[in-house]
């Protein structure tokens, strides 16, 4: 039973910080769906909404409970994990989830509040680290967006309650981090060698921040002309397009984890584009629908990539005890 335990540990340390994407992902397609199922007035596209949202609250749940017990049990890891930007950079996507879970929510706007402030914090110390921490340029990758334009999604998911300008100064960070960080992520992925192949479908990261301040102009100004979210979400339509048709370069992630990095941003533009379609017309809603198909599918992969994962760790696990237990009865 001790070895049992030394390996759940071993887990423990590893796993929470890697599950957050997951709730993430889920949460985006599940708003996606819910927003395109109101315009298309489709009731079985809004069940499955809730069925995604569901999923994504279970899984934050698990997340936060398990980085809990780590806390309580590792907190030198916890302590590793804050002081080390990549490691940082994946508790975002948990806040981010949990705003979108509370601006859906009919009862939700405490969570989304304090997802709100807990992620302008980390904003704030991650911003920090920039100005007095040395980097090396193969550090920086698209996941530090999640951390500084990711705070955008507090202002997308505002619930109306509150003052309006903290959802307003959550924008604004979100802005300065995303034009200050984005041509740096250009110049490593331009000049820099590529990104590992298993780790190529985060470059759709990319394409978050342009959703992110897209939805949240439609939300704070619901009276703006809808050209300023259009540009914005084109933006990030260009260059999910033009990673679709990069298949060879894209294609060697393989079924991977790190495919729970596109759903989010791609499912992000594809709402704004349907919260919009009222007003550009139906090409943006055929967009929207387009780019929502595209998130499923990606959704896809990263399950199939996630029960992999899991039967494969449980697979070891349970060889790895039968041997040792064999071990200690003589048997070997």
């Not at 049992?4 to 397609?29: D, E, M, W």
């Not at 769906?33 to 949202?53: C, E, Q, R, Y």
């Amino acid at each position: 039973m001790a070895l049992s335990i030394k390996g759940a540990g071993h887990l423990l340390v590893h796993i929470p910080t890697a599950l957050f994407p997951i709730a993430l992902g889920l949460a985006g397609l599940a708003s996606a769906a819910i927003i395109a199922a109101s315009k298309l007035n489709t009731a079985p596209l809004h069940s499955i909404g809730m069925v995604l949202l569901a999923l994504a609250g279970g899984m934050l749940a698990i997340d936060i409970v398990l980085y809990l017990v780590k806390l309580l049990r590792h907190r030198s890891e916890v302590a590793e994990d804050l002081s080390m930007a990549n490691r940082a950079n994946l508790l975002a996507p948990g806040l981010m989830a949990a705003m979108v879970i509370g601006g859906i929510l009919e009862n939700g706007a405490p969570i989304w509040l304090a997802a709100s402030i807990l992620h302008f914090i980390l904003l704030m110390a991650f911003i920090g680290r920039w100005l007095t921490h040395d980097y090396a340029s193969s550090e920086l990758n698209p996941t530090w967006f999640l951390p500084a334009a990711g705070i955008m999604t507090s202002a997308m998911t505002w619930p109306g309650i509150g003052p309006v300008e903290f959802p307003l100064l959550t924008l604004g960070a979100g802005l300065m981090a995303w034009l200050m960080l984005l041509p740096l992520v250009f110049r490593r992925l331009v000049f820099e060698p590529a990104v590992a192949p298993e780790l190529r479908p985060t470059l759709f990261i990319i394409a978050a921040p342009f959703g992110l301040a897209a939805g949240a102009l439609l939300t704070l100004f619901p009276g703006l002309a809808w050209q300023a979210p259009f540009l914005l979400l084109s933006g990030g339509a260009f260059f999910i397009a033009l990673l679709v048709l990069q298949l060879n370069f894209i294609g060697k992630a393989g079924i991977t984890l790190s495919w729970w990095a596109t759903t989010f941003p791609v499912a992000t533009v594809a709402a704004g584009f349907v919260r919009i379609s009222d007003q550009a017309g139906p090409f943006a809603l055929y967009l929207g629908i387009g780019l929502l198909i595209l998130a499923g599918f990606t959704t896809s992969l990263a399950l199939v990539a996630t029960v992999r994962a899991a039967w494969s760790t449980c697979e070891k696990t349970v060889r790895g005890t039968e041997q040792k237990i064999q071990a200690m009865q003589g048997l070997e």
